[in-house]
């Protein structure tokens, strides 16, 4: 169990004995309901917005319909179709997987059916390829979704489509889902990106109320920057890494240590390379002792000489 004191080992028993651990599930949610009803307590735990959330994914069907660079290594894609039109997002942080053909095809081998337990079945040559993209902005009257895709070589199967993608290209997307989730007592945030986490953190600077003190860190190579929306109450430290390969640096973290929270209860949000964010996550929760909850920082991907345990 967790709470703002910390972690509390729990015994739970149950009336029967269990079988197969995927009766495990509905059981806890069970007893959860239980909890919620003799505390009188209103709302609804994490555990269950994660099963809700994971229970509304599905696949959607697109097309390419538009791609620009915002820079040289970062592309926007556009993408809609009719499919789209039951698309709704969750939060500023909505990310998609973005399902490709397989190398070597243009054609999509799946459809609006697919499900991740279908993959182990599915030829190797038939498995569509891809990875976690985040939304960058949503036109439902259109149907159309943008996404920014960083170019950073063809050693991935994502950044090597998005290098080559044209209009009419066909694009599964599975989702959504969010990780940004603020406590309802937030009074200030601490938002940390690189590249991948940019356009995330641009949707939730869109967002935050005017008068909300916030502190962005944001490492980028040179002039390769997104606009960002300003507020009065909003600091923005852009960090150069000036032409060292993404995922080399400390300086996010470096950064993070020397600054003060900017308020009592500050909520941590961020994405990027994940050993970038075990740095900043250490700090904050270890140094700065902010609780689980008032912590989101999400690896978005991960540097080859990354340990895998990030
Ligand atoms: C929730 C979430 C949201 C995300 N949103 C975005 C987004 O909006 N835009 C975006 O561009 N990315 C985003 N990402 C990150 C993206 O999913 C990863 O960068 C992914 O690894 C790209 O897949 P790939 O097939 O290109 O490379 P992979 O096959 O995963 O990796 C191949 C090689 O490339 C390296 N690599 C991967 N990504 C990068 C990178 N960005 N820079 C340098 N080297 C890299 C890896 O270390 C590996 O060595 C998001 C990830 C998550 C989890």
Redesign the pocket.
Same mark, same amino acid.
């Given at each position: 169990m967790v709470d703002p004191d910390g972690e509390h080992p729990a015994r739970i028993e149950f009336d029967e004995p269990l079988s197969d651990p995927a009766e495990l599930q509905p059981l806890m949610m069970q007893l959860v309901g239980k909890a919620r009803r003799v505390s009188g307590e209103d709302g609804t735990t994490s555990i269950e917005r994660e099963v809700t959330e994971l229970t509304g994914t599905r696949t959607f069907l697109t097309r390419v319909l538009a791609v620009s660079d915002v820079h040289p290594h970062?592309r926007m894609v556009t993408l809609g179709g009719v499919d789209l039109v039951t698309f709704s997002p969750l939060g500023p942080?909505t990310?998609l997987y973005v399902l490709l053909p397989p190398p070597s095809r243009t054609d999509l081998t799946i459809d609006q059916s697919f499900a991740w337990s279908q993959v182990p079945d599915m030829a190797e040559d038939e498995r569509p /390829?891809?990875?976690?993209? %985040?939304l *960058?902005a949503w036109r439902p009257d259109r149907c159309e979704v943008d996404?920014?895709? /960083?170019l &950073?070589?063809d %050693?991935? $199967?994502?950044?090597?489509w998005?290098a080559r993608a044209q209009p009419g290209d066909p694009v599964a997307l599975w989702g959504p *889902?969010t990780?940004y989730e603020p406590p309802a007592a937030t009074d200030s945030m601490l938002l940390i990106a690189?590249?991948?986490?940019l $356009?995330?953190l641009a949707n939730i600077l869109a967002l935050v109320p005017d008068d909300m003190p916030v502190v962005a860190v944001v490492e980028v190579d040179g002039p390769d920057r997104l606009e960002l929306r300003p507020t009065p109450a909003t600091t923005i430290h852009w960090l150069n890494r000036r032409g060292a $390969?993404?995922?080399t640096t400390t300086l996010i973290a470096d950064l993070v240590r020397t600054l003060d929270l900017p308020g009592e209860r500050t909520y941590v949000w961020g994405?990027g390379e994940s050993r970038a964010l075990t740095a900043v996550r250490r700090h904050v929760r270890d140094q700065l002792g902010r609780p689980r909850d008032a912590v989101s920082l /999400?690896?978005?991907? *991960? &540097?080859?000489t990354s340990p895998a345990d990030d």
């Open positions: 970062l942080d990310f /390829v891809g990875a976690y993209y %985040t *960058r996404i920014l895709m /960083v &950073h070589g %050693t991935g $199967p994502a950044s090597a998005a *889902r990780a690189d590249e991948t986490g $356009p995330a $390969p993404a995922g994405g /999400v690896a978005y991907w *991960r &540097h080859a």
